[in-house]
Every structure is written in C-alpha cells, then in structure tokens.
C-alpha cells in the first residue's frame, strides 16, 4: 500500500539502528516495488511520496544541509589539523631542551607578512593560543598533551565528516533509485496492461459470429 512504512537501508542491520553513527538517518530503501505498491491505482501516491521526501524533506532541507555543513566543518578541520600538528611538534622540540642548554636563535611570525628574530632559552612553560584571541601559559608536559589530544581528535572529527559526507551521497543516491524503481515499475505495468488490452480485443474480434 501507499501508505506503508517506508523501510530504510538500516532494515537489514543487525542492530536496526535507524542512523548512523553520527544521527544522520538512512533513507527509504525499496528493494521490491511490489512490498509498497500493489496497483497501479497506488503508484501517484507513492511517487509523490517520494518526491516529496527527496525535494522537501530529505535532500534539500535535511541531507543537502547537512552534507554543507560537513563540508564546511571537514574544510575547519583539515586547516587546523597542520597547525596543531606544527605548534605540537615545537612543544616537543622544547622539551628537549634541558636546563643550561644555550639559547637558540629562531625567526617567529608576528603577522602574515612580518616576522621577528628571537632567542629561546630553555624553558618549562609555554604559551598557547586557544583562540578567539585568548592565549593560555601551560606547563609544557600539559601543552605536549592538550595539543596531542586536540591533534587525535580533529584527525578523528575530520574522519567522521568524510564518513558522513559519503553517507549523505549515498542516502541521496538511494532516494533516486528508489523513485526510478516505483517509476519503472508503473512504466511496465501500464505496458502489460496495454498489451492484455490489445490482446482481449483481438480474442473478442476472432471469436465474433460472421453476420
């Protein structure tokens, strides 16, 4: 019937979970046009339906919104992951410094186009940008693990966003399929109709008396 419910690609997971990992839920999987639609007197409702999941609901409002900000939050992701990994490896860097060690001489960035000679001495203590232009001082055994941490998990967010990015094509491509399905699916009924039709036509016409 048209108005079954619609089952999800996550109707065959073991676990019957009707999302993934991260909410984003599954679409309608139509496997057999037949388990939705049991005439053709059912096929309108059932297509529009669908359209109306895919233009209204699903791909406009909900998946191609949230595919954006996946998008916008892998791009977030991959600019931060070098600069924590760089900033990272300097706290690393200092660590080797041991106390008395001579002071080395560096250039530092102060803008995007002005950068300034430096001596480091040895030091246990850094200073770390947090952003929104808030700087925290951190015993550097505590910035070598807030920054590994900070690494860990922007490399395991940006995972998750390409994971749901393609989850999101996926589930768009799905909506397609299926539309297509419900659609061919009334193209060869109409087809099989038309051809009884002409069929019981030519049989009452042979089987009709000679006047």
Same mark, same amino acid.
């Given at each position: *019937?048209?108005?079954?419910?619609?089952?999800?690609?996550?109707?065959?997971?073991?676990?019957?979970?009707?999302?993934?990992?991260?909410?984003?839920?599954?679409?309608?999987?139509?496997?057999?046009?037949?388990?939705?639609?049991?005439?053709?007197?059912?096929?309108?409702?059932?297509?529009?339906?669908?359209?109306?999941?895919?233009?209204?609901?699903? /791909?406009?409002?909900?998946?191609?919104?949230?595919?954006?900000?996946?998008?916008?939050?892998? *791009?977030?992701?991959?600019?931060?992951?070098?600069?924590?990994?760089?900033?990272?490896? *300097?706290?690393?860097?200092?660590?080797?410094?041991?106390?008395?060690?001579?002071?080395?001489?560096?250039?530092?960035?102060?803008?995007?186009?002005?950068?300034?000679?430096?001596?480091?001495?040895?030091?246990?203590?850094?200073?770390?940008?947090?952003?929104?232009?808030?700087?925290?001082?951190?015993?550097?055994?505590?910035?070598?693990? /807030?920054?590994?941490?900070?690494?860990?998990?922007?490399? /395991?967010?940006?995972?998750?966003?390409?994971?749901? /990015?393609?989850?999101?094509?996926?589930?768009?491509?799905?909506?397609?399929?299926?539309?297509?399905?419900?659609?061919?699916?009334?193209?060869?009924?109409?087809?099989?109709?038309?051809?009884?039709?002409?069929?019981?036509?030519?049989?009452?016409?042979?089987?009709?008396?000679?006047?």
């Amino acid at each position: *019937m048209a108005d079954k419910e619609l089952k999800t690609d996550a109707s065959d997971r073991k676990d019957g979970a009707a999302t993934n990992p991260r909410g984003i839920p599954y679409a309608p999987f139509v496997d057999k046009v037949e388990d939705y639609v049991t005439g053709r007197a059912e096929v309108e409702a059932t297509l529009k339906k669908f359209q109306e999941m895919i233009q209204a609901h699903i /791909l406009v409002r909900k998946y191609q919104f949230m595919e954006a900000n996946k998008q916008r939050a892998a *791009m977030g992701h991959r600019e931060k992951i070098p600069d924590i990994q760089k900033t990272l490896d *300097m706290v690393k860097f200092l660590k080797t410094r041991k106390p008395g060690a001579d002071p080395i001489e560096t250039t530092f960035e102060l803008n995007d186009t002005l950068y300034a000679k430096a001596n480091i001495q040895p030091t246990e203590e850094v200073y770390l940008w947090l952003g929104a232009n808030v700087m925290l001082s951190y015993p550097i055994d505590e910035a070598d693990e /807030l920054l590994t941490t900070r690494l860990a998990t922007a490399k /395991l967010n940006l995972t998750n966003c390409e994971e749901d /990015l393609d989850f999101l094509r996926e589930q768009v491509t799905t909506m397609e399929v299926a539309t297509a399905r419900v659609y061919n699916w009334d193209v060869t009924m109409k087809r099989k109709e038309k051809q009884d039709q002409v069929a019981l036509e030519s049989g009452g016409k042979d089987g009709s008396p000679n006047g």
